[in-house]
Structures are given as C-alpha cells and as structure tokens.
C-alpha cells in the first residue's frame, strides 16, 4: 500500500461538479493498494496517517501528529499511485491491485479511520475527481506499508 500525504491548509473533491468530501487543516492522502495488500496492511497504514508526525509545534518543528492538531483527513483512492514507472515512456498499471480487492481494502480504510477520527472526508472509488487543495508547505511524503 501506497500513500502519498500533503499537508493542507483546506481541500475538497469533486465529481460531476458536486462536492462529496472536504476537509480545513489536515492531509489530503492519495491511496493505492497493491496485490499484496491486506487488513494488516490497512491498519498500519491508518496508524502511521493519523500519527505521522507532519504538523509543526509552538518551536516551528514538524512535531504533531494530524491526531493532535485534530485536523481533518480527506481520503482519495489513487490506483495510478501504483504504477510501475520504472522503464518506457508509458506507466505499467499491472502493479495495482483488482479493482475488488482495492475497493473493498479502501472501503475498509475509510471505515476504520471513521472510527478513530473524528474529522474524515472522501473521494468516491472508481469515479472522475477533480481534487482541489491549498498544500501547506508544500510538506508531501510517500509512505509505503
């Protein structure tokens, strides 16, 4: 599993024009899963979003966790995210898992953040988004689980 995780100022996504989900402070997280991919993988990497230390404390030092500055976490599945990008000029998609297999361990993301988050938005698995988002920072790292 794959997540590449922004520190925002606000962001929000879109489908057809109408907003499904939106977030002030906190992290937009574009997620991938991979074939290997499973429960154990999720929690972990529900533990290290909600915990990764990317906000910065009263000295100005990335210190606090999106737990402890209660920021909000917009979760967006990112298939491409995966891609093996390693050689040619085209991305090789074989690297993501089955369309089953990614959305039911994001559905199983999403609902396991709801439960130890309060504040978490979402895109909509498998549709046309246009994310919007002021990066703060800009402050991006790629996790990996």
């Keep these: 599993m794959k997540a590449l995780l922004q520190r925002v100022r606000e962001a929000h996504v879109e489908i057809a024009g109408e907003t499904v989900g939106a977030i002030a402070q906190g992290l ?4 991938a899963i991979e074939p290997q991919d499973n429960p154990a993988s999720v929690a972990r990497m529900l533990h290290k979003l909600l915990n990764y230390r990317v906000f910065a404390d009263a000295g100005g030092k990335m210190n606090l966790s999106l737990k402890e500055v209660a920021g909000g976490l917009l979760l967006i599945s990112q ?3 995966a891609a093996d990008t390693r050689s040619g000029m085209r991305p090789g998609l074989s690297t993501a898992a089955s369309p089953a297999l990614g959305e039911a361990l994001f559905a ?8 130890q988050h309060p504040a978490v938005a979402s895109g909509r698995f498998g549709a046309d988004m246009q994310v919007h988002l002021v990066n703060d920072g800009p402050v991006t790292f790629l996790l990996e689980c």
């Design 108 to 115: 199983q993301l999403l609902e396991q953040a709801r439960e």
């Design 79 to 81: 298939f491409t995210l």
């Design 28 to 31: 937009l997280v574009l997620v």
